[in-house]
């Protein structure tokens, strides 16, 4: 068997193992969420030198939320520059949940750009008026890392907004310390248009591509992300992304990655690929229960983890 038949292999023996894990629940404090089938599951690679491998449900679309988080983060970076973004936003742990109404107290910022604090900082950074304008060039450029035209979820777009009563309190907190501007509500409606944007595990796997690609499409050749801060928004996913089991998905799995509440993971290992799964059942930190399983085989076998003595050179692409 050869190593290309071996990967396929392996990705068809992760969705058999786990398609029958029942652990976890959907989301449902978005109401639009929870009208989520608790039984797709569907996981895709792809590589920066554009080869694509999926499994199970990875067409079926969901929205992106907290996933778009390090994104907007790197888009602020490239629209203001790294002093201005860390003027509005700090790079460290929290150790409080990602929807906390807190800020700093040394510097009266967000801990950082993973938090919904910070996120809602990134979204006043890159907002554009009229308020339209900054979520379709938001789309536009995930679009451009994706490799095709994306679109919002109008449905649970409506459903943030009209429940987002917390990220509100968080906004005007950051309101009071200047670190967004009077526009509260136009930054609030690109926070939640970002985290609607529809996509399917295809899609993240080449935007994490794209972004282990130093900010080139791998498919399309398209420059989509400035290479200077890319290593940013890796380094923060890496230390900040995977909610409260941030510290032992560093342990365990040892790459940078992003989680959302809609079932979403979307991990990145540099200069080699992305890897996306998608499995709505969330577990008690709001990672995918599946998804967290099938990363964790994944660097086991491959040798995936930073500082693993099996990831020299690029391991994982030998296997492409």
Not at 51 to 73: H, M, Y
Not at 246 to 251: F, V
């Amino acid at each position: 068997m050869n190593d290309i038949t071996e990967l396929k292999a392996f990705l068809t023996h992760l969705h058999e193992k786990y398609r029958n894990h029942h652990e976890g629940a959907v989301a449902t404090y978005i109401p639009a969420l929870a009208a989520a089938n608790p039984d797709y599951f569907g996981i895709s690679i792809a590589s920066v030198d554009g080869q694509q491998f999926s499994v199970g449900d990875c067409d079926q679309e969901f929205t992106i939320q907290s996933i778009c988080k390090p994104l907007a983060f790197l888009m602020a970076l490239e629209r203001t520059g790294r002093e201005h973004v860390l003027q509005h936003v700090g790079v460290e742990p929290s150790g409080e949940a990602f929807n906390s109404v807190e800020l700093t107290a040394q510097h009266g910022r967000p801990f950082n750009p993973m938090v919904n604090a910070g996120a809602i900082a990134m979204a006043g950074l890159i907002k554009q008026e009229p308020v339209e304008a900054g979520v379709a060039a938001f789309v536009a450029r995930l679009g451009d890392a994706a490799g095709r035209t994306l679109k919002i979820d109008d449905i649970v777009r409506a459903s943030e907004s009209s429940t987002g009563n917390r990220n509100r309190a968080i906004a005007y907190l950051l309101r009071n310390f200047e670190i967004i501007d009077e526009r509260v509500e136009d930054t609030l409606q690109q926070y939640f248009a970002q985290c609607s944007v529809l996509v399917n595990t295809r899609d993240l796997a080449m935007i994490g591509a794209t972004l282990a690609n130093m900010g080139e499409n791998p498919v399309t050749q398209k420059d989509v992300f400035d290479l200077r801060y890319i290593k940013d928004a890796l380094s923060v996913m890496f230390t900040c992304g995977m909610y409260d089991f941030a510290g032992e998905w560093a342990y365990r799995v040892g790459v940078p990655a992003k989680s959302g509440v809609s079932g979403g993971v979307l991990a990145v290992i540099n200069r080699q690929l992305g890897i996306a799964v998608y499995s709505p059942r969330l577990d008690a930190n709001g990672n995918s229960a599946r998804g967290i399983k099938v990363c964790i085989d994944l660097a086991e076998e491959f040798g995936l983890h930073a500082f693993d003595v099996m990831n020299f050179g690029s391991n994982f692409l030998r296997a492409l």
